[in-house]
């Protein structure tokens, strides 16, 4: 359904299974052209920028975690501010939750 689904969708792919999927790299490089014309011809806006395949380098996979409608990019990863509030409340206070009492 790509961008024009009418809820919250959230597709996973477990990374063994693209282990599997790019052990032959001319069947991936194949299969990934055929996903990405449907794409193209479904979709009104192009691909988006951050959509990349399992294994560059260049690959950072939390971007593809937060792609937006507009094809814009956001510039950090953001589950480092959750990591550094968590160990800055392990820090002040001894624990990672507030006390109850």
Not at 64 to 90: G, R, V, W
């Amino acid at each position: 359904m790509s961008r024009h689904f009418p809820y919250f969708m959230l597709a996973i792919t477990p990374r063994s299974v693209l282990v599997e999927f790019h052990s032959s790299h001319d069947y991936a490089a194949k299969i990934k052209s055929n996903i990405r014309k449907r794409l193209a011809d479904y979709d009104t806006i192009r691909i988006h920028p951050d959509l990349n395949s399992y294994g560059n380098e260049d690959n950072f996979e939390w971007k593809q975690y937060f792609l937006h409608d507009d094809n814009s990019a956001i510039s950090n990863c953001p589950f480092h501010k959750t990591i550094k509030q968590i160990d800055e409340n392990i820090n002040n206070k001894g624990h990672l939750y507030k006390s109850q009492n």
